[in-house]
Antibody, heavy 122, light 107 residues
Framework: EVQLVESGGGLVQPGGSLRLSCAAS????????MHWLRQPTGKRLEWVSV???????SYADSVKGRFTISRENAWNSLYLQMNSLRAEDTAVYYC????????????????WGQGTMVTVSS | SYELTQPPSVSVSPGQIASITCSGD??????ACWYQQRPGQSPILVIY???KRPSGIPERFSGSNSGNTATLTISGTQTVDEADYYC??????????FGGGTKLTVL
């Protein structure tokens, strides 16, 4: 079964850090570009970041310089290191298999994890 | 920045046709995707590249995209189709962008 399972969410104070993980199974993880997206409660989905198969990355302007995406193909795992967290980063964070960074207009987010909640509050 | 606009809600009777629109500047020049999200669950891809259905998605789901509007059509709508639906496209100014979502009510 193709599956993505996120972990690492929780409550953190403003200015704090958190590291999210995503474990992939059921497909050849190393040949796919992988993404993080987020969704504040009751709001629209927002793309956050992508790492391609070569390890090259892109970020949404809202998180650039604060978040770092990475992957470990040997462990079929995706990560998101989040620093300098703000209240507006509060959301459910999803990892997803998605469009190629090199051809972004063609693909879609075809596999999603169940999400992990991140709450930034004092 | 690029924006996609959806109606907040659409209501339909069981067995009827539901149409959900998504508007964006020259959206027809891009590929549009659609996602279904039931309460408390993750999104599911139901349409990609304007009008293609992933494996396992019922034939009653279809899509079109022309001009400034993409449309998701559900024929013979069932109560199980009640969910939020999000359109999505890519633009060089905003990367991957989603619409605000449409709550489909089947009653």
């Amino acid at each position: 079964e193709v599956q993505l399972v996120e972990s690492g969410g929780g409550l953190v104070q403003p200015g704090g850090s958190l590291r999210l993980s995503c474990a992939a199974s059921g497909f050849r993880f190393s040949i796919y570009d992988m993404h993080w997206l987020r969704q504040p409660t009751g709001k629209r989905l927002e793309w956050v970041s992508v790492v391609d198969t070569d390890g090259d990355t892109s970020y949404a302007d809202s998180v650039k310089g604060r978040f770092t995406i990475s992957r470990e193909n040997a462990w079929n795992s995706l990560y998101l290191q989040m620093n300098s967290l703000r209240a507006e980063d509060t959301a459910v964070y999803y990892c997803a298999r998605g469009p190629r960074r090199s051809d972004p207009g063609v693909g879609s987010f075809d596999i999603w994890g169940q999400g992990t909640m991140v709450t930034v509050s004092s | 920045s690029y924006e996609l606009t959806q109606p907040p809600s659409v209501s339909v009777s069981p067995g009827q046709i539901a149409s959900i629109t998504c508007s964006g500047d020259k959206l027809g020049d891009k590929y549009a995707c659609w996602y279904q999200q039931r309460p408390g669950q993750s999104p599911i891809l139901v349409i990609y590249q304007d009008n293609k259905r992933p494996s396992g998605i019922p034939e009653r789901f279809s899509g079109s995209n022309s001009g400034n509007t993409a449309t998701l059509t559900i024929s013979g709508t069932q109560t199980v189709d009640e969910a939020d639906y999000y359109c999505q496209a890519w633009d060089s100014s905003t990367a991957w962008v989603f619409g605000g979502g449409t709550k489909l009510t089947v009653l």
